[in-house]
Protein backbone atom coordinates (compact mmCIF):
# COMPACT_ATOMS: atom_id res chain seq x y z
CA UNK A 1 0.00 0.00 0.00
CA UNK A 2 1.54 3.59 -1.16
CA UNK A 3 0.36 6.86 0.66
CA UNK A 4 1.18 9.97 0.45
CA UNK A 5 1.60 12.23 3.56
CA UNK A 6 1.60 15.87 3.05
CA UNK A 7 0.58 18.78 5.05
CA UNK A 8 0.46 22.61 5.39
CA UNK A 9 -0.68 24.23 2.15
CA UNK A 10 -1.06 27.82 2.85
CA UNK A 11 -2.71 28.60 0.00
CA UNK A 12 -3.69 32.49 0.18
CA UNK A 13 0.38 33.83 1.24
CA UNK A 14 1.14 36.28 -1.22
CA UNK A 15 3.58 38.07 0.89
CA UNK A 16 7.23 38.54 -1.92
CA UNK A 17 4.69 38.18 -4.80
CA UNK A 18 3.33 40.37 -7.59
CA UNK A 19 0.26 39.98 -9.91
CA UNK A 20 0.61 37.66 -12.97
CA UNK A 21 -0.25 39.86 -15.82
CA UNK A 22 -0.86 36.63 -18.00
CA UNK A 23 -3.30 35.16 -15.61
CA UNK A 24 -4.60 37.79 -13.02
CA UNK A 25 -3.35 35.63 -10.32
CA UNK A 26 -0.76 36.51 -7.73
CA UNK A 27 2.46 34.74 -8.31
CA UNK A 28 2.79 33.36 -4.65
CA UNK A 29 -0.61 31.70 -5.17
CA UNK A 30 1.35 30.01 -8.36
CA UNK A 31 4.03 29.13 -6.44
CA UNK A 32 1.95 27.07 -4.59
CA UNK A 33 -0.31 25.27 -6.44
CA UNK A 34 2.63 24.47 -8.62
CA UNK A 35 4.05 22.39 -5.22
CA UNK A 36 0.43 21.35 -5.29
CA UNK A 37 0.23 20.31 -8.63
CA UNK A 38 4.03 17.91 -7.97
CA UNK A 39 1.98 16.22 -5.48
CA UNK A 40 -1.33 15.39 -7.76
CA UNK A 41 0.85 14.20 -10.25
CA UNK A 42 3.03 11.73 -8.65
CA UNK A 43 0.10 10.93 -7.27
CA UNK A 44 -1.32 9.61 -10.53
CA UNK A 45 1.70 8.52 -11.83
CA UNK A 46 2.83 6.35 -9.48
CA UNK A 47 -0.95 4.84 -8.83
CA UNK A 48 -0.17 5.91 -5.03
CA UNK A 49 -3.67 4.56 -3.15
CA UNK A 50 -4.20 7.22 -0.86
CA UNK A 51 -3.31 10.74 -0.54
CA UNK A 52 -3.16 12.03 3.13
CA UNK A 53 -2.61 15.83 3.68
CA UNK A 54 -3.02 16.79 7.57
CA UNK A 55 -3.99 20.07 7.58
CA UNK A 56 -3.43 24.07 7.34
CA UNK A 57 -5.09 24.00 3.23
CA UNK A 58 -5.22 27.77 3.15
CA UNK A 59 -3.25 30.74 5.00
CA UNK A 60 -6.94 32.34 6.47
CA UNK A 61 -10.10 30.62 7.84
CA UNK A 62 -11.87 32.61 5.05
CA UNK A 63 -10.28 31.76 2.01
CA UNK A 64 -11.47 34.07 -1.38
CA UNK A 65 -13.31 31.90 -4.08
CA UNK A 66 -10.43 31.67 -6.56
CA UNK A 67 -8.49 29.73 -3.85
CA UNK A 68 -11.39 27.38 -3.06
CA UNK A 69 -11.26 27.10 -6.87
CA UNK A 70 -7.66 26.25 -7.36
CA UNK A 71 -8.06 23.89 -4.86
CA UNK A 72 -11.06 22.25 -5.52
CA UNK A 73 -9.40 21.48 -9.08
CA UNK A 74 -6.39 19.39 -7.46
CA UNK A 75 -8.70 17.24 -5.07
CA UNK A 76 -10.97 16.68 -8.12
CA UNK A 77 -7.86 15.17 -10.41
CA UNK A 78 -7.27 13.22 -7.70
CA UNK A 79 -10.47 11.65 -7.25
CA UNK A 80 -12.18 11.65 -10.47
CA UNK A 81 -8.83 9.18 -10.68
CA UNK A 82 -9.90 7.18 -8.44
CA UNK A 83 -7.43 8.12 -5.27
CA UNK A 84 -8.96 8.69 -1.79
CA UNK A 85 -7.67 11.84 -0.51
CA UNK A 86 -8.02 12.20 3.04
CA UNK A 87 -8.50 16.00 4.49
CA UNK A 88 -7.43 16.98 7.64
CA UNK A 89 -8.72 20.03 9.40
CA UNK A 90 -5.87 22.21 10.55
CA UNK A 91 -5.92 25.07 12.97
CA UNK A 92 -5.97 27.73 9.97
CA UNK A 93 -9.29 25.78 8.47
CA UNK A 94 -11.20 26.35 11.39
CA UNK A 95 -13.52 28.94 11.62
CA UNK A 96 -13.29 31.93 13.96
CA UNK A 97 -17.32 31.29 15.06
CA UNK A 98 -19.28 28.18 16.42
CA UNK A 99 -21.67 26.81 13.77
CA UNK A 100 -19.40 28.66 10.69
CA UNK A 101 -18.08 25.55 8.05
CA UNK A 102 -14.72 25.05 7.44
CA UNK A 103 -12.72 25.53 4.82
CA UNK A 104 -12.86 21.76 3.69
CA UNK A 105 -16.58 21.09 4.66
CA UNK A 106 -17.60 21.47 1.68
CA UNK A 107 -15.94 18.37 0.24
CA UNK A 108 -18.35 16.72 2.69
CA UNK A 109 -21.66 18.53 1.93
CA UNK A 110 -21.33 18.08 -1.71
CA UNK A 111 -20.45 14.01 -0.33
CA UNK A 112 -17.54 14.45 -2.99
CA UNK A 113 -16.48 10.67 -3.78
CA UNK A 114 -13.35 9.40 -2.65
CA UNK A 115 -12.56 12.45 -0.43
CA UNK A 116 -13.08 12.54 3.39
CA UNK A 117 -12.89 15.35 5.65
CA UNK A 118 -12.30 15.04 9.55
CA UNK A 119 -12.99 17.63 11.44
CA UNK A 120 -13.28 15.78 15.06
CA UNK A 121 -11.60 12.78 16.57
CA UNK A 122 -13.16 9.60 14.62
CA UNK A 123 -11.53 6.27 12.76
CA UNK A 124 -11.91 6.07 9.33
CA UNK A 125 -12.06 2.80 7.56
CA UNK A 126 -11.24 3.75 4.01
CA UNK A 127 -11.32 1.43 1.13
CA UNK A 128 -7.88 1.71 -1.23
CA UNK A 129 -6.79 -0.15 -4.32
CA UNK A 130 -4.67 -1.34 -2.53
CA UNK A 131 -6.96 -2.63 0.30
CA UNK A 132 -8.73 -1.13 3.43
CA UNK A 133 -6.51 1.48 5.55
CA UNK A 134 -7.52 2.46 9.22
CA UNK A 135 -7.11 6.53 9.56
CA UNK A 136 -7.13 7.73 13.54
CA UNK A 137 -7.91 11.60 13.46
CA UNK A 138 -6.51 14.27 15.36
CA UNK A 139 -7.51 17.50 13.79
CA UNK A 140 -6.55 20.76 15.64
CA UNK A 141 -8.95 20.72 18.41
CA UNK A 142 -12.30 23.52 18.60
CA UNK A 143 -12.72 23.25 22.68
CA UNK A 144 -16.15 23.15 22.81
CA UNK A 145 -15.81 19.45 20.92
CA UNK A 146 -13.23 18.23 23.85
CA UNK A 147 -14.59 20.21 26.69
CA UNK A 148 -17.70 21.12 28.38
CA UNK A 149 -18.38 24.25 29.64
CA UNK A 150 -17.85 23.25 33.20
CA UNK A 151 -14.42 21.81 32.51
CA UNK A 152 -12.86 24.73 31.27
CA UNK A 153 -15.18 27.00 33.48
CA UNK A 154 -12.36 29.75 35.64
CA UNK A 155 -9.64 28.22 34.06
CA UNK A 156 -6.44 30.43 33.22
CA UNK A 157 -4.74 29.77 30.16
CA UNK A 158 -2.04 27.37 31.32
CA UNK A 159 -4.92 25.03 32.79
CA UNK A 160 -7.06 25.55 30.33
CA UNK A 161 -3.99 24.51 27.84
CA UNK A 162 -3.20 21.49 30.24
CA UNK A 163 -7.04 20.13 29.85
CA UNK A 164 -7.13 20.21 26.01
CA UNK A 165 -3.75 17.82 26.27
CA UNK A 166 -5.04 15.74 28.76
CA UNK A 167 -8.33 15.70 26.73
CA UNK A 168 -6.19 14.79 23.23
CA UNK A 169 -4.69 12.24 24.72
CA UNK A 170 -7.81 10.19 25.74
CA UNK A 171 -8.80 11.13 22.25
CA UNK A 172 -6.17 9.34 20.56
CA UNK A 173 -6.30 6.16 23.08
CA UNK A 174 -10.29 6.32 22.43
CA UNK A 175 -9.29 5.74 18.46
CA UNK A 176 -6.52 3.51 19.08
CA UNK A 177 -8.75 0.98 20.75
CA UNK A 178 -11.28 1.41 17.43
CA UNK A 179 -8.95 -0.05 15.57
CA UNK A 180 -8.67 -3.68 13.92
CA UNK A 181 -5.32 -4.58 14.32
CA UNK A 182 -5.69 -7.12 11.30
CA UNK A 183 -5.90 -3.50 8.91
CA UNK A 184 -2.81 -1.13 8.60
CA UNK A 185 -3.66 1.98 10.45
CA UNK A 186 -2.64 5.68 10.20
CA UNK A 187 -2.66 8.50 13.30
CA UNK A 188 -3.17 11.37 11.14
CA UNK A 189 -2.53 14.60 13.26
CA UNK A 190 -2.60 18.49 13.18
CA UNK A 191 -0.91 18.99 16.85
CA UNK A 192 2.46 20.82 18.17
CA UNK A 193 4.75 17.71 19.44
CA UNK A 194 7.00 18.84 22.44
CA UNK A 195 10.72 18.15 20.64
CA UNK A 196 9.89 19.36 17.20
CA UNK A 197 12.44 21.60 15.39
CA UNK A 198 9.63 24.47 14.85
CA UNK A 199 9.69 26.41 11.16
CA UNK A 200 8.02 29.73 9.76
CA UNK A 201 4.71 28.11 11.48
CA UNK A 202 6.22 29.95 14.73
CA UNK A 203 5.46 33.38 13.01
CA UNK A 204 1.86 32.38 11.88
CA UNK A 205 0.80 31.12 15.45
CA UNK A 206 -0.98 33.30 18.00
CA UNK A 207 -0.77 32.96 21.66
CA UNK A 208 -0.17 30.25 23.78
CA UNK A 209 -0.61 26.97 21.83
CA UNK A 210 -1.23 23.41 23.13
CA UNK A 211 1.56 20.23 22.50
CA UNK A 212 2.01 16.55 23.26
CA UNK A 213 4.60 14.69 24.31
CA UNK A 214 5.98 12.18 21.58
CA UNK A 215 5.35 9.04 24.05
CA UNK A 216 1.40 10.13 23.57
CA UNK A 217 1.75 10.27 19.81
CA UNK A 218 4.37 7.65 19.11
CA UNK A 219 1.06 5.23 20.32
CA UNK A 220 2.32 1.38 18.94
CA UNK A 221 -1.13 0.66 17.85
CA UNK A 222 -0.45 2.86 14.51
CA UNK A 223 1.77 1.66 12.04
CA UNK A 224 2.84 5.38 10.99
CA UNK A 225 2.05 8.56 12.64
CA UNK A 226 1.69 10.81 9.85
CA UNK A 227 1.78 14.66 11.35
CA UNK A 228 1.20 18.35 10.88
CA UNK A 229 1.66 21.81 11.30
CA UNK A 230 5.08 22.30 11.86
CA UNK A 231 6.69 23.62 8.90
CA UNK A 232 10.18 21.91 9.01
CA UNK A 233 9.99 17.63 7.83
CA UNK A 234 11.17 15.71 10.42
CA UNK A 235 11.29 12.13 11.99
CA UNK A 236 10.73 12.10 15.86
CA UNK A 237 10.67 8.59 16.38
CA UNK A 238 11.15 5.44 13.86
CA UNK A 239 9.31 2.63 15.87
CA UNK A 240 6.77 3.41 15.16
CA UNK A 241 7.08 6.45 12.57
CA UNK A 242 6.41 9.85 13.70
CA UNK A 243 7.07 12.09 11.08
CA UNK A 244 6.11 15.77 9.83
CA UNK A 245 5.81 16.18 6.84
CA UNK A 246 6.54 20.14 6.88
CA UNK A 247 4.93 23.04 4.93
CA UNK A 248 4.66 22.02 1.03
CA UNK A 249 6.41 25.75 0.14
CA UNK A 250 8.72 27.87 1.46
CA UNK A 251 6.80 30.61 3.43
CA UNK A 252 9.35 33.10 4.19
CA UNK A 253 13.35 33.25 4.77
CA UNK A 254 12.91 31.20 7.86
CA UNK A 255 12.39 28.07 5.15
CA UNK A 256 15.45 29.30 3.46
CA UNK A 257 17.13 26.81 3.80
CA UNK A 258 14.53 24.27 4.18
CA UNK A 259 13.39 21.39 1.43
CA UNK A 260 10.28 21.36 0.67
CA UNK A 261 8.00 18.40 -0.25
CA UNK A 262 6.23 15.17 0.39
CA UNK A 263 6.65 11.48 2.14
CA UNK A 264 5.73 8.71 0.39
CA UNK A 265 4.97 5.63 2.71
CA UNK A 266 4.56 2.34 1.41
CA UNK A 267 3.21 -0.03 4.61
CA UNK A 268 3.73 -3.99 3.82
CA UNK A 269 1.55 -6.86 5.08
CA UNK A 270 2.98 -8.99 7.70
CA UNK A 271 5.94 -11.06 7.45
CA UNK A 272 7.38 -13.56 9.31
CA UNK A 273 7.77 -11.32 12.31
CA UNK A 274 3.59 -11.30 12.14
CA UNK A 275 3.85 -7.49 11.75
CA UNK A 276 3.68 -4.63 8.76
CA UNK A 277 6.84 -3.52 7.57
CA UNK A 278 6.72 0.63 7.23
CA UNK A 279 9.35 2.40 4.85
CA UNK A 280 8.59 6.36 4.35
CA UNK A 281 11.36 8.33 2.19
CA UNK A 282 10.96 12.12 1.54
CA UNK A 283 10.62 13.32 -2.16
CA UNK A 284 11.62 16.74 -2.43
CA UNK A 285 9.24 19.38 -4.72
CA UNK A 286 10.44 22.46 -6.88
CA UNK A 287 9.57 25.74 -5.48
CA UNK A 288 10.51 29.56 -5.40
CA UNK A 289 14.14 29.96 -3.08
CA UNK A 290 14.46 32.32 -0.77
CA UNK A 291 17.96 33.91 -0.66
CA UNK A 292 20.21 36.38 1.49
CA UNK A 293 22.86 37.89 0.38
CA UNK A 294 24.86 39.81 3.51
CA UNK A 295 27.51 42.87 2.27
CA UNK A 296 29.43 44.45 4.92
CA UNK A 297 31.37 48.02 3.75
CA UNK A 298 34.64 48.84 5.57
CA UNK A 299 35.09 52.64 6.02
CA UNK A 300 38.19 52.55 3.98
CA UNK A 301 35.91 51.29 0.89
CA UNK A 302 36.11 53.83 -1.98
CA UNK A 303 33.22 52.37 -4.13
CA UNK A 304 30.97 50.77 -1.63
CA UNK A 305 28.25 50.34 -4.63
CA UNK A 306 31.14 48.25 -7.16
CA UNK A 307 31.14 45.69 -3.42
CA UNK A 308 27.58 45.67 -2.97
CA UNK A 309 27.67 44.42 -7.16
CA UNK A 310 30.37 41.91 -6.74
CA UNK A 311 28.14 40.14 -3.91
CA UNK A 312 25.45 40.03 -5.90
CA UNK A 313 27.57 38.87 -9.11
CA UNK A 314 29.09 35.49 -7.12
CA UNK A 315 25.32 34.54 -6.50
CA UNK A 316 24.02 35.57 -9.84
CA UNK A 317 22.75 32.06 -10.69
CA UNK A 318 20.94 31.52 -7.25
CA UNK A 319 19.31 35.13 -7.57
CA UNK A 320 17.93 34.37 -10.41
CA UNK A 321 14.02 33.80 -10.09
CA UNK A 322 14.55 33.75 -5.96
CA UNK A 323 13.41 35.99 -3.93
CA UNK A 324 16.22 37.88 -1.99
CA UNK A 325 17.04 39.84 0.10
CA UNK A 326 19.89 42.37 0.51
CA UNK A 327 21.60 43.34 3.63
CA UNK A 328 24.20 45.76 2.79
CA UNK A 329 25.68 47.23 6.77
CA UNK A 330 27.86 50.15 6.19
CA UNK A 331 29.29 53.41 7.56
CA UNK A 332 26.93 56.37 7.99
CA UNK A 333 29.17 58.80 5.80
CA UNK A 334 29.62 56.37 2.88
CA UNK A 335 25.26 55.85 2.90
CA UNK A 336 24.70 58.52 -0.04
CA UNK A 337 27.37 56.87 -2.64
CA UNK A 338 25.21 53.89 -2.80
CA UNK A 339 23.72 54.13 -6.16
CA UNK A 340 20.52 52.32 -6.48
CA UNK A 341 19.40 52.45 -9.51
CA UNK A 342 22.93 50.26 -10.49
CA UNK A 343 21.75 47.99 -7.53
CA UNK A 344 18.60 47.18 -8.82
CA UNK A 345 19.10 46.57 -12.05
CA UNK A 346 22.22 43.78 -10.76
CA UNK A 347 18.81 42.03 -8.92
CA UNK A 348 16.15 42.45 -12.43
CA UNK A 349 16.60 38.81 -12.57
CA UNK A 350 15.33 38.20 -8.85
CA UNK A 351 11.41 37.09 -8.54
CA UNK A 352 11.14 40.01 -5.62
CA UNK A 353 14.33 41.65 -4.53
CA UNK A 354 14.51 43.35 -1.20
CA UNK A 355 17.05 46.01 0.00
CA UNK A 356 18.01 46.12 3.80
CA UNK A 357 20.25 49.35 4.55
CA UNK A 358 22.02 49.30 7.94
CA UNK A 359 23.39 51.86 8.65
CA UNK A 360 26.64 52.43 11.60
CA UNK A 361 26.30 55.39 13.44
CA UNK A 362 28.07 56.97 16.06
CA UNK A 363 27.55 55.80 19.50
CA UNK A 364 26.03 58.63 21.50
CA UNK A 365 27.02 59.37 24.78
CA UNK A 366 24.88 60.50 27.82
CA UNK A 367 24.85 59.92 31.61
CA UNK A 368 28.59 60.15 32.16
CA UNK A 369 30.60 57.28 30.14
CA UNK A 370 28.22 54.65 29.56
CA UNK A 371 26.90 54.19 26.15
CA UNK A 372 22.60 54.93 25.99
CA UNK A 373 22.42 52.27 23.74
CA UNK A 374 24.58 49.66 26.62
CA UNK A 375 22.74 50.97 29.24
CA UNK A 376 20.01 48.74 31.50
CA UNK A 377 16.71 50.79 32.29
CA UNK A 378 17.10 50.50 36.02
CA UNK A 379 20.54 52.28 35.86
CA UNK A 380 19.43 55.00 33.29
CA UNK A 381 16.66 55.73 35.62
CA UNK A 382 19.75 55.88 38.52
CA UNK A 383 22.09 57.93 36.85
CA UNK A 384 18.66 60.57 35.89
CA UNK A 385 18.21 61.18 39.25
CA UNK A 386 21.70 61.59 40.22
CA UNK A 387 21.79 64.34 37.44
CA UNK A 388 18.07 65.81 39.09
CA UNK A 389 20.01 66.03 42.08
CA UNK A 390 17.36 64.54 43.77
CA UNK A 391 17.82 63.35 47.74
CA UNK A 392 18.96 59.76 48.65
CA UNK A 393 15.99 58.98 50.39
CA UNK A 394 13.40 60.34 47.44
CA UNK A 395 15.63 58.42 44.88
CA UNK A 396 15.33 55.24 46.78
CA UNK A 397 11.97 55.13 46.61
CA UNK A 398 11.56 56.25 43.02
CA UNK A 399 14.00 53.06 42.47
CA UNK A 400 11.90 50.86 43.62
CA UNK A 401 8.53 51.79 41.61
CA UNK A 402 10.88 52.08 38.76
CA UNK A 403 11.75 48.73 39.76
CA UNK A 404 8.73 47.59 39.97
CA UNK A 405 7.23 49.52 36.90
CA UNK A 406 10.25 47.74 35.04
CA UNK A 407 9.67 44.55 36.13
CA UNK A 408 5.70 44.85 34.74
CA UNK A 409 4.40 44.77 38.82
CA UNK A 410 1.31 46.93 39.79
Known amino acids: MKIIHFSDLHLGIESYGRINPDTGLPTRLEDFLSALDQ ?3 YALENKVDLVLFCGDAYKTR ?21 IPIFLLVGNHDLPNAIGRATTTEIFDTLAVRNVYVSNRPDVYRIPTRGGTIQIASLPWPRRSTLLTREESKNLNLDQLKERLEQALTRAIERNAAKLDSSLPAILAAHVWVADARVGSESLMSIGQEHRLLRSVIANPAFDYIALGHIHKHQVLSNSPPVVYAGSLSRVDFSDEEDEKGFYLVEIEPEGTTGKRQVSFDFHPVSGRRFLTINVAISEQDIDPTATVLEAIAQREDEVKDAIVRLNITLPAPLEGQLRDADIREALREASYPIVVREVQRETRLRLGDLAAEEITPLKALEKYLEQKQVSPERAKVLMEYGEKLIQGER
Do not use: H, M, Y
Open 39 to 41: VVD
Open 62 to 82: EPTPTQQREFAKRINRLSSNG
